[in-house]
């Protein structure tokens, strides 16, 4: 059975920074496309950022496109999600998903592309 635990998340002022880790468990970490989506209050869940199975692929939201960096860790089956320059509008709940054993390309991803979910992490960012 696939566990993605996320941590990380928080408090933090606009302008501030924050990453994210996602510890999985019960798969073949290093096999599989991760990523990341999130869910603002009231509004429905948005694709943030892909990576491929070996971290040489990415790709990210317009939204967060040059302020958000995803990344892996293959060795300790945990993908990461630094986020810089933290604005208000970037406040949800930050799930790490799953996707399959290859990399969909560098377009923006739904729901339906990925397997397992984690229970999502808080992420606040005050004006």
């Known amino acids: 059975q696939v566990q993605l635990v996320e941590s990380g998340g928080g408090l933090v002022q606009a302008g501030g920074s924050l990453r994210l880790s996602c510890a999985a468990s019960g798969l073949t970490f290093s096999m599989y496309t991760m990523g990341w989506f999130r869910q603002a209050p009231g509004k429905e869940r948005e694709f943030v950022a892909v990576i491929s199975w070996s971290g040489g692929n990415t790709f990210y939201a317009d939204s967060v496109k040059g302020r958000f960096t995803i990344s892996r860790d293959n060795a300790k089956n945990t993908v990461y999600l630094q986020m810089n320059s933290l604005k208000p509008e970037d406040t949800a709940v930050y799930y790490c998903?799953?996707?399959?054993?290859?990399?969909?390309?560098?377009?923006?991803?739904?729901?339906?592309?990925?397997?397992?979910w984690g229970q999502g992490t808080q992420v606040t960012v005050s004006s």
């Open positions: 998903v799953q996707g399959g054993t290859f990399f969909g390309g560098s377009r923006y991803y739904t729901e339906a592309d990925f397997h397992s």
